[in-house]
């Protein structure tokens, strides 16, 4: 098994989730319209944000990757996820984030994408990585074109209509 590193990027630190990341995590799903473009809004119980967090233990253990606990370096604290998913029943690998509203429009999301992907292709391994972006998020899929991912097609997840951007690891 591989140990999941912390890694650092320019203004963030992208760092392996913890038990200690229930609460500050919970905060940040409580907020107003965070699970607009998801396929069931409303924001998760204290016990729903727990699972999330031990999904990723379980997926750092099984995969070496998951989504890390995102914090501003000039400002420490949780401040979202970003990071790899393999989609449950596919070989996808996605990289996916969830920002806190109020750092939203900083570029933040794009920086951690782009890291995770970096992750992904040159110490994982992989070929292919996709991201999935509900049609009406137009922030989320920026991010997917800023770091050079290209639509591919539409496809449900989840009982959802998603667009599915993908990129190739750089030969």
């Not at 473009?37 to 409303?42: A, S």
């Not at 922030?139 to 097609?153: N, P, Q, Y």
């Amino acid at each position: 098994m591989m140990t999941v590193p912390t890694i650092t990027t320019p203004r963030l630190l992208l760092r392996p989730f913890t038990l200690g990341d229930l609460h500050p995590l919970f905060k940040i799903l409580q907020e107003p319209g965070i699970f607009k473009y998801f396929p069931r809004p409303g924001p998760p119980p204290l016990e729903k944000v727990e699972r999330i967090i031990r999904e990723q233990l379980t997926q750092y253990e099984q995969f070496g990757f998951g989504q890390w606990a995102v914090e501003a370096r000039e400002k420490p604290g949780l401040i979202g996820w970003c990071g790899l998913n393999r989609l449950p029943n596919t070989n996808e690998d996605e990289v996916a984030y969830l920002l806190s509203q109020p750092v939203r429009g900083q570029g933040y999301a794009t920086e951690g994408a782009q890291a995770s992907l970096d992750f992904g292709f040159e110490t994982i391994g992989l070929k292919r990585i996709i991201a999935l972006v509900h049609p009406e998020n137009a922030a989320s899929r920026r991010v997917a074109e800023k770091i050079g991912m290209t639509l591919l097609d539409r496809k449900f997840y989840w009982g959802m209509e998603c667009l599915r951007f993908e990129k190739f690891r750089p030969e």
